[in-house]
């Protein structure tokens, strides 16, 4: 005699997710990314110099002061944030995560790309820094894979 179905699923069925499942798996990372970016902004547009230590030097010779980098992180996330609401409640708009994630992979490889270059040109050393925001834009492309291939089951 076979023992019975686990709680929550019958034979020969996947077990239950947590998070929001799609065709490619939960998007907890694509909300995770644009919350943090959220924050990021909001740090950014407090009062006081944020950007001021070595590590973020490379930051001021672009000649983008915290409020642009503000606005931009924050429009992104924000826009973000809505573009996975709106797909978890229409499942043919994959194409608005494909869009954010995009910009994700984008935005964070350009803010560890520019944390890197700032600590080695002013102190000699990479930053543990770096590695947390390669993390981010490696997490974004593996979200833009997985919206894509949302895109794709979508369109079938």
């Given at each position: 005699?076979s023992?019975p179905?686990a709680?929550g699923?019958?034979?020969?069925?996947?077990?239950?997710r947590?998070?929001?499942p799609?065709?490619?798996?939960?998007?907890d990372t694509?909300?995770?990314?644009?919350?943090?970016m959220?924050?990021?902004a909001?740090?950014l547009?407090?009062?006081g110099?944020s950007?001021a230590?070595?590590?973020?030097?490379?930051?001021?010779?672009?000649?983008?002061?915290?409020t642009v980098w503000s606005?931009a992180f924050g429009?992104?996330g924000g826009l973000?944030?809505a573009?996975?609401?709106?797909?978890?409640?229409?499942p043919?708009?994959p194409?608005a995560?494909?869009?954010?994630a995009?910009?994700g992979?984008l935005?964070?490889g350009?803010?560890g790309f520019?944390?890197?270059?700032?600590?080695?040109?002013?102190?000699?050393?990479?930053?543990?820094?770096?590695?947390?925001?390669?993390?981010?834009?490696?997490?974004e492309?593996?979200?833009?894979y997985r919206?894509?291939y949302?895109?794709r089951?979508v369109t079938?």
């Open positions: 005699m023992a179905p709680l699923s019958a034979a020969g069925s996947r077990p239950l947590v998070g929001r799609t065709g490619a798996g939960c998007r694509e909300w995770l990314s644009s919350f943090i959220c924050v990021w909001l740090v547009a407090a009062p110099d950007l230590g070595p590590s973020f030097s490379a930051f001021h010779r672009l000649g983008l002061t915290e606005c429009a992104t973000r944030l573009a996975l609401y709106i797909n978890g409640r229409s043919r708009t194409y995560r494909m869009l954010g995009f910009f992979f935005s964070w350009q803010v520019l944390v890197y270059d700032g600590t080695m040109q002013a102190l000699g050393v990479v930053s543990p820094g770096v590695a947390v925001y390669g993390v981010l834009s490696a997490m492309l593996r979200s833009l919206a894509s949302d895109a089951y079938r």
